[in-house]
């Protein structure tokens, strides 16, 4: 019913930058809002930026002030600019959008497939 399209994700190096982009398709109603989590082997995905359909974000402290989410105007996309990235930055990054669908009122999570962001040392 939805997908969502990830890209953006490689090899960075240490201070370097890189800009994630997510866009949901399908059939959508509206998305109530839309993020980015990353997870590491043997730990918890853990959440790093969301928007909210009505403009309110939330940026992890670990990325905060070097991260920035925002919307693409009228679409149902969001980008995650990353600047001085950090080794510890490195994670398979997925994107998660907060769906009401078409003929529906209540909202469901879907899930990007991931995308590697490698900052190398």
């Known amino acids: 019913q939805v997908q969502l399209e990830e890209s953006g994700g490689g090899l960075v190096q240490v201070g370097g930058s890189l800009r994630l982009t997510c866009a949901a398709s399908?059939?959508?109603?509206?998305?109530?809002?839309m993020g980015w989590y990353r997870q590491t082997p043997g730990n918890q995905r853990e959440l790093v930026a969301l928007i909210t359909r009505d403009g309110p974000t939330k940026v992890a402290d670990s990325v905060k002030g070097r991260f920035t989410i925002s919307k693409v105007n009228d679409k149902n996309m969001v980008t995650l600019q990353m600047s001085s990235l950090k080794p510890e930055d490195t994670a398979v990054y997925y994107c998660?959008?907060?769906?009401?669908?078409?003929?529906?009122?209540?909202?469901?999570?879907?899930w990007g497939q991931g995308t590697q962001v490698t900052v190398s040392s």
């Open positions: 399908g059939s959508i109603r509206w998305v109530t809002s």
């Open positions: 998660k959008a907060d769906v009401v669908e078409s003929g529906t009122v209540w909202g469901r999570d879907y």
